[in-house]
Nanobody, 122 residues
C-alpha cells in the first residue's frame, strides 16, 4: 500500500557532503511526520532528523549544524537529508521513516524504507 524509497547514498570522503532522498508513494491520505534514522553495525537504530507536517525540525546533537532535513515543496511526500562535513562515524545504513494515514485507515501507521548505505572513508 505504501512505499518509502530512499536514494542518494554512497561512498564519500571525510569532510564531504551527500544528499539523501526519500519518496513516499501509495494510498496516502496524509503524512504526519517524516524522519531519517541510521544504523551502524553493532549499534541501535538512531534518529538523525525529523520533520513534522507543520514544518518543525529536530536533530540530535550529533547531527545539529551538519544535517538538514527538508521537504520538496512541489511534492510534499518527498523529503531530503542534506549532510555536510561528514565523518567516518556517520557511516551507517540510513532509513527513511514516516507516519502515514492511508485510505481506509483512521490511524497513522509507521512505515520504513529499505535503507541506503552511506560510507564515509578516505
Amino acid at each position: 500500500q505504501v512505499q518509502l524509497v530512499e536514494s542518494g547514498g554512497g561512498l564519500v570522503q571525510p569532510g564531504g557532503s551527500l544528499r539523501l532522498s526519500c519518496a513516499a508513494s501509495g494510498s496516502i491520505v496524509s503524512i504526519d511526520a517524516m524522519a531519517w534514522y541510521r544504523q551502524a553495525p553493532g549499534n541501535q537504530r538512531e534518529l538523525v532528523a525529523r520533520l513534522t507536517s507543520s514544518g518543525s525540525t529536530s536533530y540530535p546533537d550529533s547531527a545539529k549544524g551538519r544535517f538538514t532535513i527538508s521537504r520538496n515543496n512541489a511534492n510534499k511526500n518527498t523529503v531530503y537529508l542534506q549532510m555536510i562535513s561528514l565523518k567516518p562515524d556517520d557511516t551507517a545504513v540510513y532509513y527513511c521513516n514516516a507516519a502515514i494515514k492511508t485510505y481506509g485507515s483512521s490511524d497513522y501507521l509507521t512505515y520504513w524504507g529499505q535503507g541506503t548505505q552511506v560510507t564515509v572513508s578516505s
